[in-house]
């Protein structure tokens, strides 16, 4: 028997069979590559993929240009090598503790910095370049669509910041504040209500760096480092006064937001009333503090120890 006739089909029927299992076979041999080689996935969601830093510019009514940038990166992992470099200001953190209060009360300040390699899982806020820890991500959302039904935008300006972007922040804020004191010296000394001179001071770096962390959290000390603080802009010049402000001071709490540097407690946070800065802490705590008027410190470092 020759090969020419073996391959030959004997019926109609014999020729549809091999058909049929020549096809299962050919699906069976795809299979098994398909699972020997799986293909890379494409990135699930954007955080998947790598961000770049984004800025935007405007002119405002002076003339003068003003920046829009919104930190974004490309990893999970709060990761920094962390020098200690201002610690000859006087300002040396400690890294937080992690476990005390649950991850949704980590208190961040000058005291306290996000220990290295602190994971978090980032989720960006719909429609926007912003992201926040995914559960207050989700509240956010959750508290955006609330205000909307009021009328209301409430516009995420900043969410998580990696250590360069606060770094970046901070030295900026230093930078302007030596600028001004540099001018003020320049400006020379003035004649005092008794007809004295008095003669111009320099202002010491230490005074300067200080003054700086009064409105900028040091690097690895925000709580935007953490992906649980939110900045929230409106069209008005000064927060505090707008309808947002207004609404959130009422409503925030129920979807587990606290301003985090309140107007009165600046002794104790260490911070300037930030009226943007809003701080993710979960419904049962905000509620709490909103109720008892305590800001994180007092909540977590007093009244927690407390109970
Ligand atoms: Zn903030």
Known sequence: MTLKKLLKPKSLRDLLFRIYVGIIAFSLIGLII????????????????KAVDKATYWSDENGTV?????????????????SDEYSEYGISPAPAKLSKNGWNLLLLNK???????YEMDLQFLTGTSVRLE???????DSMYIDALKSGLTLTAFSGYRNFESQRRLFEDKIYTLEVEAAQQYANGGYYDAQGNYVEPVKTEKKTI??????????PGCSDHNAGLAVDIVSQSDDFSKSEEYKWLTENAHTFGFVLRYP?????ITGMDFQPYCW?????NAAKEMKEKN?????YVGGYLDRG
């Open 34 to 49: 398909a699972l020997a080689f799986p293909r890379k996935d494409a990135p699930k969601t954007p955080e998947d993929t």
């Open 66 to 82: 003003a920046q829009d940038v919104r930190y974004l990166t490309d990893t999970h992992e709060f990761n920094f090598d962390f």
């Open 111 to 117: 005291k306290y910095i996000l220990p290295t390699n």
């Open 134 to 140: 995914s559960v207050a991500a989700k509240a956010f």
């Open 209 to 218: 760096v200080n003054n700086a962390a009064k409105s900028v959290c040091p």
């Open 263 to 267: 107007a009165g407690k600046e002794k």
């Open 279 to 283: 701080r993710f802490v979960g419904v």
């Open 294 to 298: 305590l800001c994180l410190e007092e």
